[in-house]
C-alpha cells in the first residue's frame, strides 16, 4: 500500500472483536491502538483478535474468508521452500546476485510478502506501511513470526515503520537504502482484477494509491543503488523518469530504475 490520506470508504466501517473470552482485554487493547468500536452492527469488516493472531473479515453474505499476516505456514511457507530461491524475478529485480544482498527499503509493504521473500534471501529489509490497519496485521504477523524458532531469524531481518512513506523518505536519518521498491496500488477498473479476497478488503478500506509519482520522486532521490516498481504487466509506467528496462512475467513486471551497481559485499 503506498501513500495517500487514510481511506475509508462508506462501505468501509470497521469494528473490532473478539473471538473468544480470552481475546477481549486484546481486542480492547486493538480498539483503542486503531481508534475503533468494539461494538457497530453497521459495521462491514471486523478486526477479529483470536488464536491465530489479528486478522481483518469482510462481513455479510458471500464475504471471502479472512485477511491476516502469516509468514510462518501458507502461501509465505510453500514461497520459502519452493520459490525459486534467488532465480526469482523479484530478487533479480533487486539484484540479488553472488555475494550480493542489498538492503532494501520495501516503501510500500501491504502484508509484507515481497518483504519476506528478499529477507528469506538475506536482504536486510525496512518496512514502511502508512494505513493503519495493514501496518497492524504485519505487526501482529511479525510478532508471532518471532515465536517460531526457522523463521525467527527471518524476520529478525525486517524492520517496520508505520506512517507515510514519502514523508519518512524525504526526512530519512541513517544510512540510506542501497535498494527501494515500490509496489503501489494500482488504480483497477476490470472488476476481475478484485476477486482475490485480499484486494476485496483492501480496496474499500485503503483505495488506490494515487500520488506513486511523488512516491518514486522520493525513492529516487533516497536509494543509493536502485528504485523498482512493480506493476500489472500491461500498466503504463509510473510518471516520471522512464526505467531504464523491465523484467516481465506473466501477471506483474519489475520496472527499473538503476543509479550505480551493486557490487559484492
Sequence with gaps: MAEQEQHLEQDGRLRVEALAPEFQARAGEWARRLGLPEDDSEAAFAVQVGADGLQ???LGPQAPGPVRVD????????????????GQMIAKAVGIAQGIR??????TAGLGKDAFVLASLGCRMTLIERQPLIAALLEDGLARARADAEVA????????????????????????????????MFPHRDKSALVKKEMRVFRPLVGDDMDAPALLEAALALATHRVVVKRPRKAPIIDGPKPSHSLEGKSSRYDIYPKKALKPS
Design 56 to 58: 481483518i473479515q469482510q
Design 71 to 86: 509468514f510462518v505456514e501458507g502461501q509465505a511457507a510453500h514461497r520459502r521452500l519452493f520459490g525459486g530461491g534467488s
Design 102 to 107: 542489498p538492503q532494501v527499503l520495501d516503501a
Design 153 to 184: 531469524p527471518i524476520v529478525e531481518r525486517m524492520r517496520l515503520l508505520n506512517g507515510n512513506a514519502i514523508e519518512h523518505m524525504r526526512a530519512w536519518q541513517g544510512d540510506p537504502p542501497q535498494v527501494i521498491y515500490l509496489d503501489p
